[in-house]
């Protein structure tokens, strides 16, 4: 079967940087990806990873390392919008994902 | 970029009635299409996966006779629930994904919130 880790809840000031953390186990693995969803609204894309390494979207980067089934979401420039909850999940043969249990980040003035 | 509709937006119906739910890609074709459930301040549980013309692919532990899925084009699927009862009542959010670089991402639908009394 397939596995997601992320923290539950991670606080910040705004104006500062977070990471949030996913640790996956799956097999037949195929990319990272991470989704916003603000309460009571539908998740939205934020970024994927197939290969080793950091992409940058913006005040957003996500990254990487197939060897360590490991990634984060690195969000900069905090601001009060970016509080919501940020999910992880696996792409697997081909077709199927899977959603980690989601990180709700609170950002404070 | 791509658009996913989803309707209606909020249903609320009595128990024993049946609900059907449109997901619509509306700028693409969607080759895959997903239905999700999602408690409150849970994540998202993927009920089935569904390519057009055939039958969809559910998840352990969900009835395919109950929700049923309908994949007939490339731009709608359908989740129907059948013989509703409170207990289904939950967020249900269809997404879509292309082929080549689109099926790197999903793209979600507004989501229907779905109340059964």
């Known amino acids: 079967g397939q596995s997601l880790e992320q923290p539950s809840e991670v606080t910040a000031v705004e104006g500062a940087i977070v990471q949030i953390n996913c640790t996956y186990q799956t097999s037949g693995f195929y990319g990272l990806s991470w989704y916003q969803q603000h309460d009571g609204g539908a998740p939205t894309f934020l970024s994927y990873n197939a290969l080793d390494g950091l992409e940058e979207t913006g005040r957003f980067s996500s990254f990487l390392s197939r060897s360590d089934s490991y990634g984060y979401l690195l969000l900069q420039e905090l601001q009060m919008k970016d509080s919501a909850s940020y999910f992880c999940?696996?792409?697997?043969?081909?077709?199927?994902?899977?959603f980690g249990s989601g990180t709700k980040l609170n950002v404070k003035p | 970029g791509a658009v996913v509709s989803q309707h209606p937006s909020w249903v609320i119906c009595k128990s024993g009635t049946s609900v059907k739910i449109e997901c619509r890609s509306l700028d693409f074709q969607a080759t895959t299409m997903f239905w999700y459930r999602q408690f409150p301040k849970q994540s998202l549980m993927l009920m089935a996966t569904s390519n057009e013309g055939s039958k969809a692919t559910y998840e352990q532990g969900v009835e395919k006779d109950k929700f049923l899925i309908n994949h007939a084009s490339l731009t709608l699927s359908t989740l129907t629930v059948t013989s509703a009862h409170p207990e289904d009542s939950s967020f249900y959010i269809c997404?879509?994904?292309?082929?080549?670089?689109?099926?790197?991402?999903?793209?979600f639908g507004p989501g229907t919130r779905l109340t059964v009394l």
């Open positions: 999940a696996v792409r697997y043969n081909f077709n199927k994902f899977y």
């Open positions: 997404s879509a994904s292309g082929s080549g670089s689109l099926g790197n991402e999903q793209f």
